[in-house]
């Protein structure tokens, strides 16, 4: 699928009185959610666009049933190209917001870029959700696997080749691991998830993974493949694979844990918004910013450290104010306690914090048209 098309957007201050329903893609639409009520007094209408992350394509499936019958007139388009190819695209002025697994960048320019795009005022950056990224595998009888930092860095650098290395079965002595060679499976475009999780691996072992933190795979090593789906596809379909991505497209994948402290930890809700809550925010950003640099090395008990925290970008203002009135909706619906549990039902990540829910609240409501 390329293209996730949301039909509708409730006007912030419609929100509180509104009951949305809440419903699963697919055939799980015409089940909406207890307590939801059906009907729209929106007065809404119109066309959004947005592109960027395809991790987030799950959560925009779950809010894109929250919305369809609030606001039947309106249209909302999102394009999971990539964080990096939406934060392009926003920056260019070719959507209204971008949904990315990174923040801006100030050294590549998108800071700059994204404040001449929005009328000389600093981007909004608000998480709209934190997600852990599992590193996925195929491997014929092996149902558990753990792993510690310096065996993940030397596996996607290229160092470990073969499952049954001894770094590999010191950490899983019990499992049948095969002298057979590592296929691990990176993503070929820009992406948000390779920066976070390039970013992990240079905390877990600067000394094996000497290429920084970056959105585009950096070395020719091992299969490339396009968007989470691509990537979950090729490890699927290739025996002795090992990949990453977004926890909420497993599927039936094998799934490892990673050393953190003493302990072994997998893949979940819980996991990751312990990073997030121990994670401080990135220096020099303006006010309207809620970038978060996360503590990829903590030893905090429970924390899974493999994690990205999703943002929406937007501007302050925009030039008319009808998409002023729907970037400020949808916005507002996204960090509702209603658009933070459909996330989690359906890609598993875990909701913001009240706290953070009340911050972002409060950049957004600032959002009006230029004047």
Same mark, same amino acid.
């Given at each position: 699928?390329?293209?996730?098309?949301?039909?509708?957007?409730?006007?912030?201050?419609?929100?509180?009185?509104?009951?949305?329903?809440?419903?699963?893609?697919?055939?799980?639409?015409?089940?909406?959610?207890? +307590?939801?009520? $059906? *009907?729209?007094?929106?007065?809404?209408? =119109?066309?959004?666009?947005? @592109? #960027? /992350?395809? !991790?987030?394509?799950?959560?925009?499936?779950?809010?894109?049933?929250?919305?369809?019958?609030?606001?039947?007139?309106?249209?909302?388009?999102?394009?999971?190209? +990539?964080?990096? $190819? *939406?934060?392009?695209?926003?920056?260019? =002025?070719?959507?209204?917001? @971008? #949904? /990315?697994? !990174?923040?801006?960048?100030?050294?590549?320019?998108?800071?700059?870029?994204?404040?001449?795009?929005?009328?000389?005022?600093?981007?909004?950056?608000?998480?709209?959700?934190?997600?852990?990224?599992?590193?996925?595998?195929?491997?014929?009888?092996?149902?558990?696997?753990?792993?510690?930092?310096?065996?993940?860095?030397?596996?996607?650098?290229?160092?470990?080749?073969?499952?049954?290395?001894?770094?590999?079965?010191?950490?899983?002595?019990?499992?049948?691991?095969?002298?057979?060679?590592?296929?691990?499976?990176?993503?070929?475009?820009?992406?948000?998830?390779?920066?976070?999780?390039?970013?992990?691996?240079?905390?877990?072992?600067?000394?094996?993974?000497?290429?920084?933190?970056?959105?585009?795979?950096?070395?020719?090593?091992?299969?490339?493949?396009?968007?989470?789906?691509?990537?979950?596809?090729?490890?699927?379909?290739?025996?002795?694979?090992?990949?990453?991505?977004?926890?909420?497209?497993?599927?039936?994948?094998?799934?490892?844990?990673?050393?953190?402290?003493?302990?072994?930890?997998?893949?979940?809700?819980?996991?990751?918004?312990?990073?997030?809550?121990?994670?401080?925010?990135?220096?020099?950003?303006?006010?309207?910013?809620?970038?978060?640099?996360?503590?990829?090395?903590?030893?905090?008990?429970?924390?899974?450290?493999?994690?990205?925290?999703?943002?929406?970008?937007?501007?302050?203002?925009?030039?008319?104010?009808?998409?002023?009135?729907?970037?400020?909706?949808?916005?507002?619906?996204?960090?509702?306690?209603?658009?933070?549990?459909?996330?989690?039902?359906?890609?598993?990540?875990?909701?913001?914090?009240?706290?953070?829910?009340?911050?972002?609240?409060?950049?957004?409501?600032?959002?009006?048209?230029?004047?």
């Amino acid at each position: 699928m390329n293209t996730t098309s949301i039909r509708r957007l409730a006007a912030p201050a419609a929100l509180l009185a509104l009951g949305l329903s809440l419903t699963a893609c697919g055939a799980a639409n015409e089940q909406p959610a207890a +307590g939801a009520e $059906g *009907g729209s007094d929106s007065s809404l209408s =119109g066309t959004l666009n947005g @592109a #960027g /992350s395809s !991790a987030q394509e799950a959560a925009q499936g779950a809010w894109q049933a929250g919305f369809q019958q609030a606001n039947p007139d309106v249209t909302v388009n999102y394009d999971p190209v +990539g964080s990096g $190819g *939406g934060r392009e695209q926003f920056i260019a =002025g070719g959507t209204a917001f @971008a #949904g /990315s697994d !990174a923040y801006l960048s100030e050294e590549d320019g998108e800071v700059k870029g994204a404040q001449d795009r929005c009328n000389g005022e600093p981007a909004i950056e608000i998480p709209d959700y934190v997600s852990p990224i599992a590193l996925i595998y195929n491997l014929d009888g092996v149902d558990e696997l753990k792993l510690d930092p310096a065996t993940v860095a030397g596996i996607f650098a290229g160092d470990i080749t073969k499952w049954n290395d001894p770094a590999i079965t010191a950490t899983n002595p019990d499992a049948d691991l095969p002298d057979a060679a590592i296929n691990p499976v990176h993503r070929a475009d820009d992406s948000g998830t390779t920066d976070n999780f390039t970013s992990y691996l240079s905390a877990a072992d600067p000394d094996v993974w000497t290429y920084g933190e970056v959105g585009e795979w950096p070395i020719k090593s091992g299969e490339a493949a396009n968007g989470t789906s691509g990537v979950v596809s090729a490890v699927q379909n290739g025996s002795n694979s090992i990949g990453y991505a977004d926890a909420s497209q497993a599927g039936d994948l094998g799934v490892a844990e990673v050393k953190v402290g003493d302990e072994y930890v997998g893949p979940s809700a819980e996991a990751a918004a312990k990073v997030l809550e121990i994670s401080p925010r990135v220096e020099g950003r303006s006010d309207v910013s809620m970038a978060v640099d996360l503590d990829r090395n903590t030893t905090e008990s429970g924390a899974y450290p493999i994690v990205l925290t999703s943002y929406l970008i937007a501007c302050q203002t925009y030039d008319d104010q009808q998409t002023a009135d729907l970037v400020k909706g949808y916005l507002t619906y996204v960090v509702s306690d209603e658009g933070q549990q459909a996330a989690a039902d359906t890609a598993g990540s875990a909701p913001l914090s009240d706290s953070l829910q009340e911050e972002a609240q409060g950049i957004i409501d600032g959002i009006s048209a230029k004047s």
